[in-house]
């Protein structure tokens, strides 16, 4: 029998819906059940592509003797962290803040009243590594709640109390200038890699947000240093195993410092914030190897991340079916043997991909298969013979059992991949990748958004074009905020402009405090045992520094003061963390970066048949200025007729020719018509 999660739109729930144990949803009436049965609750939070997660739910959760016992002695409740972040927040804070670690799948008991008092991660079924198993942690939360209730009560409540008293005070630090960014900078450089690109150790994350800080910084600057960590990395990556070889697309992360061997599961928020960084790389530098990744990360998005109603799904998971043993496994769609190889190839060829890709009798990975790399010293080979190879590969894994996919639509998400997808397809000439971006937003609108007077919303998630219950968080507001006003400074329609306006206004209306500072939920949201607030950027941007971002770019697009003061006020907070922590920032060094610029704003007017125009539409576009705004379109009078954005008012064409404008803190360059003119006013700021 089904349980509780069997008409959830979460495909994380839903994979736990035919589990023996009894999952609730979170929800009130849980909480009711819990203090009414005067038990206590198990949190079991994790996501759909989360490795092991699937080997808990495998190992416990399937497990008919330890769901009974969880059956009978708790209320459990099942939450899919991507749906519900604001959950996953809070309780991930307590479970840092007393074991000093955290991750998924994340474990946590609380009283009926939602305090928690017992935290863990993963726990295996036997004992193991000095890891108590799944059922000794049952039983002894279980004799815990029974015998010493006191107890329990006290520390659930001092843990909310230390959780309360955690609040930020970086309203008042003052928006961050060029000083806090030369610091950020000088510390980026203490932890760079520089043998192996990146920052820090294994386990190696990809770093997009630091990437775009440090192109921005470059364009502003002209540091030559900053753009040189930005390449390497990015060719490191790009040579590596996180990177698909064949079919495009990072993987969430490198177990090892050398990004040889990912963690597999392929996630929507990586691959859209990569894939414009690389394609601002290009924009800087002209590198072959970052137009060829921009432009296979987002076809990798188009192909195999896109929904049937135009949005763009979560994940795919890390494992998927073995053929020769039946089991799910890690990296078993992606990994390869030369005797693969030769089967696929034949002898010659398949030697040459061996070494082309890096593919050894030893292996790279696991029981002798290898990741495909490309290595340094490896052969030099034909283009259209290493074309042809990488086609031939492609297919026959195609045949593989597929990693499952999360075909849950995430906005934030969607409206990162939106931005990345716009850029790219103004970049390289790629309107079909424009048109992909303006569906997916066209859905957020249909699907996501509620305009009602009184109650206008955003919702987090949907599903096969069915909206979720979950309110959005200040992520969902920012990064499709973002998104939008890419779109409208690609496609010239003021309609995206307006939308995002929206949005910001609910930022201002209902995330912002007296001091500046953001929260994640909103005002009206369901009240936790914390109202989360959590400037970091950590896998994606935070939704403090997304929102300032967008803030920053529609006061540039609008003119708006007050749009401008609230994005100063909510970079107190790069002020205060930039020069410190700025690996976990860089989102909001990029912005810091684009006040620190200005940001500029570009108006471009002229006649929509006048070819003229577009060329100076993709030079405004291309300009590596920091966070430049950009509208295009016809002039608009002063009585608000013709164009469709603010910027191009009153802007004349000169000699009847296209014309572009560029203005910085209140002072505009010379109009221009020529397109290198407009270059060199976008390029570089040399200190």
């Given at each position: ?10 495909p994380y ?32 939070v994790?996501?759909?592509?989360c ?61 009926p009243?939602?305090e ?16 108590p ?144 960084v ?71 060829d ?7 890709f890096?593919?050894?009798d ?6 002798g ?51 990345a ?23 957020l ?17 949907s ?61 009206d ?29 529609y ?48 108006a ?84």
């Amino acid at each position: 029998m089904p349980n509780r999660l069997a008409n959830e739109t979460s495909p994380y729930l839903l994979q736990h819906a035919d589990n023996p144990v009894d999952w609730w949803p979170w929800s009130p009436e849980a909480f009711a059940e819990a203090r009414e049965r005067g038990v206590p609750v198990l949190l079991s939070v994790g996501y759909s592509s989360c490795h092991w997660c699937h080997v808990m739910a495998h190992e416990s959760f399937e497990d008919e003797l330890t769901a009974v016992y969880m059956n009978e002695h708790f209320v459990n409740i099942k939450v899919d962290r991507e749906e519900r972040p604001d959950v996953d927040a809070v309780y991930m804070e307590a479970v840092q803040a007393a074991t000093g670690q955290g991750g998924w799948p994340m474990t946590v008991f609380l009283t009926p009243d939602a305090e928690p008092f017992y935290f863990g991660t993963y726990f295996p079924p036997e004992p193991r590594h000095g890891m108590p198993s799944f059922m000794q942690v049952l039983e002894g939360v279980r004799t815990a709640w029974v015998g010493r209730p006191e107890e329990v009560a006290e520390v659930a409540q001092r843990i909310v109390r230390d959780l309360t008293g955690r609040q930020l005070d970086y309203g008042k630090a003052g928006a961050p200038g060029p000083e806090e960014l030369a610091q950020a900078l000088l510390g980026l450089t203490r932890e760079y890699d520089a043998v192996r690109g990146g920052f820090g150790g294994a386990p190696k994350f990809p770093p997009s947000m630091v990437l775009e800080f440090l192109l921005r910084h470059h364009a502003r600057t002209g540091a030559e240093g900053a753009l040189q960590m930005a390449a390497d990395t990015c060719e490191a990556m790009a040579r590596g195993g996180i990177y698909d070889q064949l079919g495009g697309g990072f993987a969430r992360y490198s177990v090892d410092r050398e990004w040889v061997v990912p963690h597999f599961e392929k996630m929507l928020y990586d691959n859209a914030l990569l894939c414009r960084v690389y394609a601002h790389l290009w924009r800087a530098t002209g590198s072959d190897l970052a137009r060829r990744v921009a432009l296979e990360t987002a076809d990798f998005m188009v192909r195999e991340l896109r929904t049937a109603e135009g949005g763009f799904a979560s994940a795919l998971d890390a494992d998927s079916e073995d053929p020769l043993t039946g089991k799910h496994v890690e990296g078993a769609f992606y990994a390869w043997t030369p005797a693969q190889l030769a089967e696929v190839l034949g002898e010659a060829d398949g030697a040459l991909a061996a070494a082309y890709f890096g593919v050894t009798d030893e292996g790279t990975f696991e029981h002798g298969t290898s990741v495909l790399q490309l290595p340094q010293d490896g052969p030099v080979v034909d283009a259209a013979v290493i074309a042809g190879i990488r086609e031939r590969l492609f297919a026959a894994r195609a045949a593989r059992p597929a990693p499952g996919r999360d075909d849950k639509v995430v906005a934030a998400w969607n409206g990162l991949a939106i931005a990345a997808l716009a850029e790219c397809g103004a970049y390289f000439d790629r309107p079909d990748l424009v048109e992909r971006a303006t569906e997916a937003a066209d859905l957020l609108v249909r699907v996501h958004f509620d305009a009602a007077a009184g109650r206008a919303r955003l919702a987090r998630t949907s599903k096969d074009g069915r909206v979720g219950g979950n309110a959005g968080v200040l992520e969902d507001y920012g990064d499709v905020a973002e998104g939008f006003l890419a779109l409208a400074s690609v496609t010239g329609e003021g309609v995206w402009l307006e939308f995002a306006g929206f949005l910001v206004d609910l930022v201002l209306d209902r995330f912002t405090a007296e001091d500046g500072s953001l929260y994640d939920t909103a005002h009206d949201a369901e009240q936790l045992i914390r109202r989360p607030q959590d400037p970091t950027d950590t896998a994606a941007p935070s939704g403090w520094t997304a929102a300032a971002g967008a803030l920053l770019s529609y006061a540039a697009h609008t003119g708006s003061q007050a749009h401008r003061s609230a994005a100063e006020r909510a970079l107190g907070v790069v002020h205060a963390l930039g020069p410190r922590v700025p690996r976990f920032i860089g989102h909001g060094l990029a912005v810091a970066e684009a006040l620190a610029d200005g940001p500029r704003e570009v108006a471009v007017v002229g006649h929509p048949e006048d070819p003229a125009l577009a060329v100076l539409h993709r030079t405004a576009l291309l300009g590596t200025a920091p966070g430049a705004v950009v509208a295009v379109g016809l002039p608009r009078a002063a009585d608000g007729s013709g164009g469709e954005f603010p910027l191009l008012a009153e802007r004349t064409l000169v000699h009847d020719l296209p014309t572009a404008y560029v203005c910085r803190h209140f002072v505009c360059a010379r109009p221009t018509t020529d397109p290198v003119e407009l270059a060199d006013q976008l390029g570089a700021v040399h200190p």
